[in-house]
């Protein structure tokens, strides 16, 4: 049986401090203006909810909406689907589903997994090489597309997935300024107060 614990209208995301894709997601539920809280743990057994037994990782997120419907999700993919399609009806951080736009952004998501967790060859390739190689693509890109963000002319998902990665560029022992464009990126993304709380809350340093 599910019990969650939560009133109507607020979010729970459990995640491990300092992940990621912890920090993605937080990110986005700041800039949805959802209220919400985060919570920090090292694995799902730290959860001391009766609904957690379902999942077997992190991250995992409880939601009761305001019409009292109860949802969970665990992982980035599911959990940020579900963010978006349950508070971005006007699409202010998406675009339509079948859309150029929207493919886009899933191409992107596609090449961070492929480039930081699972190209062939890279396996046991170290941070640095893999960051730098991201690095470099996302400054080709963004000087020839001369957009804003990566995707289409907005901040979307594409952004929120690969800034914690770029915020890591010291944890590469990487200097971010030998990339402008990238630089450029980095800041305008930090301009946003969301994306400072929601880095904060995981414990990530931007």
Same mark, same amino acid.
């Given at each position: ?25 937080? &990110?986005?539920?700041? @800039? /949805?203006? $959802?209220?919400?809280?985060? %919570? ?7 959860? !001391? ?29 599911? &959990?940020?689907?579900? @963010? /978006?399609? $349950?508070?971005?009806?006007? %699409? ?7 859309? !150029? ?34 690095? /470099? ?70």
């Amino acid at each position: 049986m599910n019990v969650f614990h939560e009133q109507k209208g607020s979010i729970a995301l459990y995640t491990a401090p300092r992940a990621k894709e912890g920090a993605t997601i937080a &990110i986005l539920i700041e @800039l /949805l203006r $959802q209220p919400h809280c985060i %919570h920090l743990v090292h694995t799902v057994k730290d959860i !001391k909810r009766d609904d957690a037994s379902a999942y077997t990782s992190l991250p995992v997120l409880f939601d009761v909406t305001s019409e009292g419907k109860k949802t969970s999700a665990s992982g980035l993919t599911d &959990i940020t689907r579900y @963010l /978006l399609e $349950q508070y971005d009806s006007h %699409h202010n951080f998406s675009y339509k589903e079948g859309s !150029k736009d929207a493919q886009e952004v899933k191409n992107w998501i596609a090449f961070l997994g492929n480039t930081m967790h699972g190209e062939k060859g890279t396996a046991e390739e170290g941070f640095t090489r893999k960051a730098l190689r991201l690095y /470099l693509h996302l400054e080709e890109h963004l000087q020839k597309a001369q957009s804003l963000y990566l995707a289409g002319k907005k901040c979307t998902l594409a952004d929120l997935v690969i800034f914690p990665y770029v915020v890591a560029a010291s944890e590469a022992n990487l200097d971010l300024e030998r990339f402008p464009e990238l630089t450029t990126w980095h800041n305008r993304l930090l301009a946003r107060p969301g994306v400072i709380k929601g880095m904060k809350d995981v414990h990530l340093e931007t």
